[in-house]
């Protein structure tokens, strides 16, 4: 029980600074996608169950800010990437940055992509080169440099409460 209210308070904490100092920080109006680190590195350290846990929490959060009255739809899409990300639990050293990088890229991949066919796609917005080349490329790429610098802290943080869960 611990383990979650600490994993809900760290998905808020981290859904603020998304919404604050990250929208500061934004280049040409792209902001690192922090809530897709989290779900996918506590989905690929800890198996699908934890990664769609916090999946649904960082769905939820972002449903209530973005989700234009639709609550459910960021917290499925959330939950999917825990849960993908979740598959690859027991094939990945946690150590090494290389693989989990990868993971980021292609959850952010996948959120915006959904993002385009819900929202653009549907509404006969149909230039998907230019949403990939103006969209989806430079957030992935923000996304994963934000990775690299907050995977070690994310990674500590998950050592530190796996120390102290019972054997």
Do not use: W
Request: glycine residues 8%; aromatic residues 20%; neutral net charge.
């Amino acid at each position: 029980m611990k383990r979650k209210i600490i994993e809900f308070i760290l998905v808020f904490f981290c859904f603020i600074f998304q919404c604050t100092f990250f929208k500061t920080i934004s280049l040409g109006g792209i902001v690192p996608n922090l809530m897709i680190v989290l779900t996918a590195a506590f989905g690929f350290m800890k198996g699908s169950s934890e990664g769609m846990f916090v999946g649904v929490i960082a769905g939820l959060f972002t449903d209530i800010l973005y989700g234009n009255g639709i609550i459910g739809l960021f917290t499925l899409v959330y939950s999917c990437i825990g849960y993908g990300n979740g598959l690859f639990h027991r094939m990945i050293y946690k150590e090494d940055v290389k693989f989990p990088l990868m993971l980021v890229a292609l959850s952010d991949f996948f959120y915006c992509f959904t993002n385009y066919v819900l929202f653009f796609l549907l509404r006969a917005k149909l230039d998907l080169f230019y949403y990939f080349l103006h969209i989806i490329l430079p957030e992935m790429v923000y996304t994963v440099f934000i990775t690299i610098l907050f995977y070690r802290l994310i990674l500590r943080l998950e050592t530190a409460l796996e120390s102290d869960e019972p054997a």
